[in-house]
């Protein structure tokens, strides 16, 4: 890609990528132009050029667009944490919407029988699962913690942060001046945030051992803002608290409509939009439809975010993850929560596992959670289950929509609903469920 250094232009946006950059047409070539939306005239100036496209920037917006608002963030335009800003809410949704419904027609070739209502919820300060990198930065004078910047691996000098939750957002610059002053400042390259309902885990990454002064420099943070510290030197079987001796602080969120509390530990994957989770949940009941004798198949099932809950519907719950500690961790989760009619296992669902017993149990319904890969490989065995109705919880729009395909075409089931579900305020990512039939 080469970069330039070219003269100003005007040019009308036309359209919205699905990374949120404004399209413009200009003599025949497109220019994928950032921070425009489609509707508006500006003034751009080209950055990149490639053989069939350019990128631009916008340096002024001569007629805005009418779902254009002002960024609440000092750091937007910067920071690549956010790209959507710029964008209305109510846009926001509709431009995830059209992204979900654009790929299941053109990459699973499959329409949705009706559209699901939206599922929103908090658009600021909802992000309770965070990576910051910190970066000591001499000719600066200070230690940076931030998200990366837009197409750059520099940490952005943030002061603060209006999408996680508080008071994460706030202990920016506390954080960074901390790190600042232990004699490891430079060896400190990243902060793990998990928030539950009642306590703030910070996981320090630190490449050198701290020293006596580096600890009692962490503990005062830890007093003064009422956070816990982890300490992670290696890999993740290294995480510790920052005091071994003092037993640490259980990290939970509560789903109070199914009398369910579920415990994690601070690098375990829970959804980030704690708000949006819940009514996530609500709406997968709702559409799966347990019965009380039902038997309910629940695949890539982490820490049984939806096992349990289903599990208070449902006559019988199989719940399968590929992580052993999660797994482990579900059990503890049903244990706590006196829920004895749901069974764990550990399988790779991202491989054959045809031959194991529970694949030869019939199911009524199938519940199906994957990471952004998708769940082509155990298609097979969703399909083979019985399973008059099958929930796709999505986080990744193109997979879906493969996956879609694959059921329709090959397994016999219709695409009855599909809808975004917005996890993820003013960022580009498309979460989606959808409802399938047999």
Not at 100 to 116: F, H, M
Not at 232 to 237: A, N, T
Not at 370 to 381: D, F, H, N, S, T
Request: proline fraction near 8%; aromatic fraction near 6%; charge should be neutral.
């Amino acid at each position: 890609m080469k970069r330039l250094q070219m003269a100003p232009e005007e040019a009308d946006i036309v359209d919205l990528t699905h990374a949120a950059e404004g399209v413009a047409r200009i003599d025949g070539k497109t220019v994928f132009v950032a921070d425009s939306l489609p509707g508006e005239r500006v003034v751009l100036r080209r950055t990149h050029r490639q053989r069939k496209l350019d990128y631009a920037i916008t340096e002024q917006v001569l007629r805005a667009s009418p779902d254009r608002v002002q960024p609440k963030c000092p750091h937007f335009g910067v920071c690549g944490g956010c790209a959507l800003q710029h964008l209305a809410p109510d846009a926001q949704l509709a431009f995830k919407q059209s992204q979900l419904l654009e790929n299941l027609s053109r990459l699973g070739a499959v329409q949705a029988g009706r559209l699901l209502e939206p599922l929103r919820g908090p658009v600021w300060n909802y992000r309770r699962r965070a990576r910051l990198g910190i970066k000591l930065v001499p000719r600066k004078g200070k230690v940076l913690v931030g998200f990366r910047e837009r197409s750059s691996p520099y940490v952005t000098d943030l002061r603060e942060c209006h999408v996680l939750v508080e008071p994460v957002g706030a202990l920016i610059t506390p954080l960074g001046q901390m790190v600042e002053s232990l004699t490891i400042a430079s060896r400190v390259p990243q902060a793990e945030v998990a928030v539950s309902d009642d306590v703030v885990a910070l996981v320090l990454r630190v490449l050198d051992p701290p020293l006596p002064a580096d600890l009692e420099r962490m503990a005062a943070f830890e007093r003064e803002f009422s956070v816990r510290i982890y300490l992670q030197p290696g890999g993740p079987d290294t995480i510790a608290p920052l005091d071994p001796s003092r037993p640490p602080a259980p990290l939970s969120y509560r789903l109070p409509e199914h009398d369910v509390t579920i415990d994690f530990e601070p690098t375990d994957f829970v959804q980030i939009n704690g708000a949006l989770n819940r009514a996530m949940i609500a709406r997968a009941l709702e559409v799966l439809e347990p019965q009380a004798g039902a038997t309910v198949l629940d695949l890539f099932c982490g820490l049984g975010n939806f096992s349990l809950p289903l599990a208070r519907r449902a006559g019988q719950v199989v719940a399968v993850e590929g992580d052993a500690g999660l797994v482990q961790r579900a059990r503890g989760n049903a244990e706590r929560n006196g829920i004895q009619n749901v069974e764990f296992h550990v399988a790779d669902l991202f491989k054959d596992v045809a031959g194991l017993p529970w694949t030869r149990r019939p199911y009524d319904s199938v519940l199906l959670d994957p990471p952004r890969a998708g769940a082509k490989e155990i298609l097979p065995v969703v399909a083979g289950s019985g399973a008059r109705r099958v929930v796709y919880i999505s986080c990744h729009s193109g997979s879906l929509a493969r996956d879609a395909g694959l059921l329709v075409r090959e397994h016999g089931f219709r695409l009855t609903a599909a809808g975004v579900m917005d996890m993820f305020p003013h960022t580009t990512h498309v979460e989606a469920m959808a409802v399938f039939d047999r």
